[in-house]
């Protein structure tokens, strides 16, 4: 829900512990809620029926602003990543089948599929998930992974599951990390990469760092508490690190001027951005994004 009146201060219930939590700022219009007790951070801007159909319509992959200004260009690049994924995965398990919950294009799976593992995609934007079927033959499950019914998941129990860039737009996480407990294997893996709000470059841009943008992000980690969560969920963490990751300019540009909108100087500052070319690929070094794999334990 948005925020009407600043000045009343507004409570909520964390998502992943269960104790209270308050607001803490307000970031475009929308309130976000601290936990008292754990470190999760959180907008409960997701509750709506229409959520995820608003929020990942095709201008969410296109549009720019908070979310990509062309997905479709980043294939090469999330290919590749996939397929370091794929390796991680790889050096701990025989490649089988996967569950890459949140597929998008169905780039990262195509990584995978290089690297010898048999791919599931779910994921809610009907272009995607058919550009993927049409374009790249991979299989997906059009629709949002929580509504995932038994019989779409005939195919399990997967070997491993991936939560790539997914863990921080889920409206209930802690529910999705025991649903995918669920559908693994005994001792199955779980790879995720998601941002850290604890890191030096979300600390210096403050509460301007480019991934404090609700509706689309709903939850912002800590290493430590991602961490705890896969603990709690049935999952003993094994291995972790940062990925090399290479963004188009053109995406990164959408997102600092995405960031900077709100003030007149923020705006003047962004306005050279228009010039760079959007389709050079840059290396992305901020070191805000990390990557962790759990493995089942019970
Ligand atoms: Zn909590």
Not at 72 to 85: D, E, I, S, T
Request: glycine share 10%.
């Amino acid at each position: 829900m948005k925020k009407e009146n600043s000045k009343v201060q507004l409570t909520s219930t964390c998502p992943c512990c269960g104790s209270k939590a308050i607001d803490s700022w307000i970031k475009a219009g929308y309130p976000l809620f601290a936990c008292s007790n754990c470190e999760h951070l959180f907008c409960d801007a997701g509750q709506d029926n229409d959520h995820i159909e608003t929020v990942y319509s095709d201008d969410y992959f296109e549009g720019g602003g908070g979310g990509y200004s062309d997905y479709l260009q980043h294939q090469n690049a999330l290919v590749r990543q996939g397929a370091k994924y794929a390796g991680v995965l790889n050096r701990h398990v025989k490649p089988g089948r996967i569950l890459n919950i949140g597929s998008a294009a169905g780039f990262i799976q195509k990584g995978f599929e290089q690297k010898g593992w048999a791919t599931v995609g779910v994921e809610p934007n009907r272009s995607m998930a058919e550009f993927a079927k049409n374009k790249l033959g991979v299989e997906v499950i059009h629709g949002a992974f929580e509504d995932l019914k038994n019989n779409d998941t005939d195919l399990a129990p997967f070997d491993a599951a991936t939560l790539i860039q997914v863990l921080s737009h889920l409206r209930e996480p802690v529910q999705c990390l025991q649903q995918i407990h669920g559908l693994l294997r005994p001792h199955g893996f779980l790879l995720i990469e998601t941002w850290n709000r604890k890191s030096i470059t979300a600390r210096v841009f403050g509460k301007k760092w480019h991934q404090y943008n609700p509706p689309s992000v709903l939850h912002w980690y800590t290493k430590k508490h991602l961490e705890s969560m896969l603990e709690n969920s049935g999952f003993k963490v094994i291995e972790g690190g940062r990925p090399t990751k290479w963004i188009s300019l053109g995406n990164g540009v959408s997102l600092i001027r995405h960031s900077l909108r709100d003030s007149t100087i923020g705006r003047i500052a962004a306005s050279p951005l228009a010039l760079i070319p959007k389709g050079l690929k840059v290396p992305y070094f901020m070191g805000d994004v990390f990557w962790m794999v759990g493995q089942k334990v019970d």
